[in-house]
């Protein structure tokens, strides 16, 4: 048995998730096919009614798309602390849900998963190449244009796989689970 097999743990089920303080998506595989995703919305007029909201969709979802393992995309780092301070609040709450159970989660960076399934972050050439293709533009501009074709480009992998979607976060948790399916668990 090699090395790589030993580390990864033995599970069939595993469930890439994205979340953020608005809303949970979600992508299941079994034996490495997808075979359920969606998003779920967390309602409430502030941050605290979303972590009850949110605490109580995911402990729903989790019942009804039981997992060996799960992969959630680790929160990145934001410029507002009170936008930061709100995605800690919410986090906190799923990933209770998630473990409440005895589960295995783990947190995968947003690059490492983005990498494996081929969308890199621009190069400076490829930048370069934007800006020629749409000559003019703002900084701010670019940077959402490649923001968005990125996206797309996630979106055009899933379906790949046969997931059809129409939000890039059910694209980003098919990504997390894909990623987690093929690196981090023995099938």
């Known amino acids: 048995m090699s ?3 030993l ?9 890439g998730i994205d979340a953020s303080t608005h809303s949970i998506a979600f992508c299941l595989f079994k034996d490495k096919t997808p075979i359920k995703w969606g998003e779920v919305n967390f309602d409430g007029g502030d941050v605290y009614e979303r972590i009850l909201d949110a605490k109580r969709k995911v402990r729903g979802i989790m019942s009804q798309i039981p997992s060996d393992f799960v992969a959630i995309e680790a929160a990145v780092m934001v410029r507002s602390a009170n936008t930061g301070l709100k995605m800690a609040y919410i986090f906190g709450a799923i990933m209770a849900e998630l473990i ?5 989660v783990v947190e995968v960076h947003p690059i490492t998963w983005q990498s494996f399934i081929g969308n890199k972050n621009f190069t400076k050439a490829q930048k370069e190449e934007v800006k020629n293709t749409f000559p003019g533009k703002s900084e701010n501009w670019y940077k959402n244009k490649i923001r968005e074709m990125r996206k797309q480009k996630t979106i055009d992998f899933c379906q790949g796989l046969g997931v059809t979607v129409e939000s890039d976060n059910v694209a980003d948790a098919c990504g ?8 981090m668990v023995r099938i």
């Open 176 to 183: 997390i689970g894909w990623y987690a399916t093929n690196n």
């Open 7 to 15: 580390v990864k743990v033995p599970e069939s089920t595993v469930l």
């Open 3 to 5: 090395l790589a097999k």
């Open 100 to 104: 409440s159970d005895g589960r295995k």
